[in-house]
């Protein structure tokens, strides 16, 4: 691969209790999967502010996956019934501001499923590289308004 | 005494004659539905006619936001990059009204105060400033009041006055003023000797003689109060007014490196004053409304012998509920009249 | 209708019912009118209504510095009274404090605004006093059509359209200041530790503002059309706010500003909301 060929930079924000350990298990049971993705370890789903993603996005991110417990196992009862509610709103949202559907996913993996986790991100990261690199984004980087 | 004028039906022309003489060309454009100075591509969007627009014309020499400085981390240390204007483009605004030139000399006093702003500066030497006299003041204009007029030279170099024949006057002032006639010689006529010019007028609303010794020894009264109960602590009437220039450093930085920024700032919004502790000398919108008023029309006049307000009515305008800088100053000047 | 209102407004002040009244008064010009704040029954002449009478007053009702001001009516239209519902249900005023003194609106703006085509509140449905007869609602039905025509368009389109629309934001918060239910004591937007949105006005800190104060409104922002008014640069704000109002309506079956007992979308949920969304 050439060095500067450019490779997809994916945050995922996921749960402590599911996902997270989802992926542990992914990663115990030597499930290989395409590295382009980096994690950060929340609480909970509830908990992810839509600002984390937009702030992802600012910083260079060119796609964004969320990923906590399925509906009735959050660790916290319902933190992710809250999330669930947000990211339908935020995605609506987001889509209706032009940022393709495929930048931001959402999902539900379980502290069992290692396997969901590695398709999951072989998928995630297929679709964003089809899209290419966020470039859009980062032009809204600042400039100076008048020149 | 005017030697040119140009037929208004060469205004096209003329764009195209600054352009070629490398001048950027500034003028009122339309912005979906709003008229701000913007950068004239087809010489058309060029719209003279428009007496007031939304922004004025400071945003081409104090932008809205302007990196001063950009850094970088690199194991532990820090490498500096001090950000200039990099030689502004040659630029020439075309269609700001008297008022609007008039707020450059008063800016420069205070960009020019315990420190020279190079930032302004600089763009203040690359541009030339060509101002359009006003033949339709509105009801918001209030610039005798403070000492301009609708057809006033402060900070032009060149002032173009209608006539009833469908031309501008082109008087020039300055040698940058010159420079603009020479590159539209192709396009200018000799003027006549009695050309009929349309002159606007702007009935004086208050006295700023009265005003000013009323709002140095009124800083309690219950005006303040009174005026200011509707107010809604945005920063629209600062961010439209031409003389307005407080502004905020940001610092913009992730663990790479980061951008230091100047931008425009308003003392109407509710944290302007707030400490680092928390305690904000002006929590209400009384003490925020009072120093609106007070830094332009007296402690600006003390530091520097200019009002800080050129009576262009924008602030007026734009004000989502209707406070009108005028008829503040003017119910002032009022109870000066009625105490003495 | 305005001699009633003066009637009415000089009638709670004089039986001490209300200490303040807030409504229009004449403005800078005949097409303007000004919030007036009145607590002298003699004062209520200031009182109009017209076409111009544009601000919601409701915007009021938060600042600190008036909560002190003992119970306060105040001159609501129908899309006005929406934001007390909310206000009440987000427990930021008590429903007793108010007196909605609410009008019979056939429409406010020259030319009209276009919320008030669609208008199903001309009489305000949350008032105590109401001035003039009743008036019918009117069809909802187009009322996100150009919300419709902008989707119309594919992602690539709306990217550029607001991207374009946000590079003019100056972000002077006029939006913000002009809305009844953005209240908060300390804005996201004024939070610097860590500074989670850029206060400059440059296009990627408008969109992430933009973004966030259409998120924060979510399924409780009222269509009053105030922030697209106010806003110096003409930014169309209410295609954003009435995208989410949809968003909320289909999926979870709920409109803003009219029952003060439905639980708030976005602070509650239902164990059957779609899961489509998710993988």
């Known amino acids: 691969m050439a060095e500067n060929e450019w490779k997809p930079k994916i945050i995922a924000f996921v749960c402590n209790w599911c996902t997270y350990a989802g992926a542990d298990l992914a990663g115990t049971s030597r499930l290989k999967y395409d590295v382009n993705v980096r994690v950060i370890k929340l609480p909970c789903t509830g908990r992810i502010d839509p600002l984390f993603i937009i702030k992802a996005f600012e910083q260079g991110a060119d796609g964004v996956l969320v990923s906590g417990c399925h509906p009735g196992d959050c660790h916290y009862t319902s933190g992710n019934y809250h999330a669930r509610r947000r990211w339908i709103v935020f995605s609506e949202l987001l889509r209706f501001f032009g940022i393709p559907e495929d930048r931001v996913q959402f999902a539900w993996v379980s502290a069992a499923e290692g396997a969901k986790w590695a398709t999951l991100v072989n998928e995630v990261v297929a679709k964003v590289r089809q899209l290419g690199p966020f470039t859009a984004y980062r032009e809204l980087e600042t400039t100076e308004v008048l020149s | 005494m005017a030697e040119f004028k140009l037929n208004e039906a060469k205004l096209d022309e003329l764009v195209n004659a600054l352009k070629s003489e490398g001048y950027r060309v500034v003028a009122p454009v339309e912005e979906e539905g709003v008229f701000v100075f913007k950068e004239v591509v087809d010489p058309g969007e060029m719209r003279l006619d428009v007496l007031r627009t939304a922004r004025s014309i400071k945003e081409w020499f104090f932008p809205r936001v302007e990196p001063t400085l950009r850094y970088k981390f690199d194991r532990g240390s820090v490498t500096c990059k001090g950000e200039m204007p990099q030689s502004p483009p040659k630029t020439v605004i075309i269609g700001c009204r008297p008022c609007d030139s008039a707020s450059l000399p008063i800016l420069d006093k205070l960009f020019d105060w315990d420190f020279r702003d190079e930032y302004w500066f600089k763009r203040r030497e690359a541009t030339t400033v060509v101002a359009v006299a006003c033949d339709a003041p509105d009801s918001y204009c209030f610039c005798t009041s403070v000492g301009g007029s609708p057809d006033g030279t402060a900070g032009s170099d060149l002032l173009m006055r209608k006539t009833v024949g469908g031309c501008y006057l082109f008087e020039s002032f300055t040698k940058k003023g010159w420079s603009i006639i020479e590159t539209a010689k192709g396009t200018l006529e000799p003027a006549g000797q009695n050309e009929k010019v349309l002159v606007g007028e702007v009935p004086k609303r208050f006295d700023l003689n009265s005003v000013k010794p009323w709002l140095d020894n009124n800083f309690d009264h219950d005006y303040w109060k009174e005026i200011s109960y509707k107010c809604l602590s945005c920063g629209a009437c600062a961010f439209v007014c031409p003389t307005c220039h407080c502004f905020d450093i940001q610092d913009e930085a992730d663990l790479q490196g980061g951008v230091r920024l100047k931008g425009w700032d308003s003392c109407c919004l509710p944290i302007f004053t707030r400490h680092g502790s928390g305690y904000n000398p002006r929590d209400t919108r009384d003490a925020r409304y009072r120093q609106r008023v007070m830094h332009k029309f007296t402690y600006y006049v003390d530091k520097f012998g200019l009002t800080a307000c050129v009576g262009c009515g924008r602030c007026c305008v734009s004000c989502p509920i209707d406070m009108n800088i005028c008829t503040v100053v003017a119910g002032a000047a009022e109870l000066a009249e009625t105490s003495t | ?279």
């Open chain 3, 1 to 279: 209708m305005i001699e009633e209102l003066r009637h009415k407004a000089r009638e709670l002040l004089e039986k001490g019912q209300v200490e303040l009244v807030i409504g229009y008064g004449a403005g800078s010009d005949p097409t303007r009118t000004m919030p007036v704040f009145i607590r002298r029954p003699e004062d209520c002449d200031h009182l109009v209504w017209n076409k111009y009478c544009y601000n919601n007053l409701t915007s009021y009702l938060t600042w600190p510095e008036l909560k002190t001001a003992g119970k306060r009516a105040v001159v609501c239209k129908g899309c006005d009274a929406k934001a007390i519902v909310v206000l009440c249900k987000e427990n930021r005023i008590e429903r007793e404090e108010v007196v909605v003194i609410g009008m019979s609106c056939e429409g406010v703006g020259e030319p009209l605004f276009g919320k008030c085509e669609f208008c199903d509140v001309r009489t305000p449905k949350t008032c105590d006093i109401q001035i003039g007869a009743t008036l019918p609602p009117l069809s909802k039905d187009n009322l996100f059509e150009d919300v419709r025509q902008l989707e119309a368009g594919n992602a690539a389109e709306r990217w550029e359209f607001w991207r374009r629309q946000f590079s003019r934001c100056i972000k002077c918060y006029a939006c913000r200041q002009a809305c009844p239910l953005c209240y908060c004591t300390q804005c996201i937007v004024e939070r610097n530790q860590p500074q989670w949105i850029a206060t400059s006005s440059h296009p990627k800190g408008n969109f992430a503002w933009n973004v966030v104060r259409a998120l924060h409104l979510a399924g409780r922002c009222i269509g009053c059309g105030e922030c697209e008014r106010v806003c110096p640069s003409n930014i169309p704000l209410m295609l954003a706010n009435k995208k989410l109002a949809q968003v909320v309506k289909e999926q979870f079956g709920y409109e803003s500003g009219y029952d003060i007992d439905e639980p708030l979308p976005m602070a509650s949920f239902m164990p059957d909301d779609s899961d489509e969304l998710f993988k």
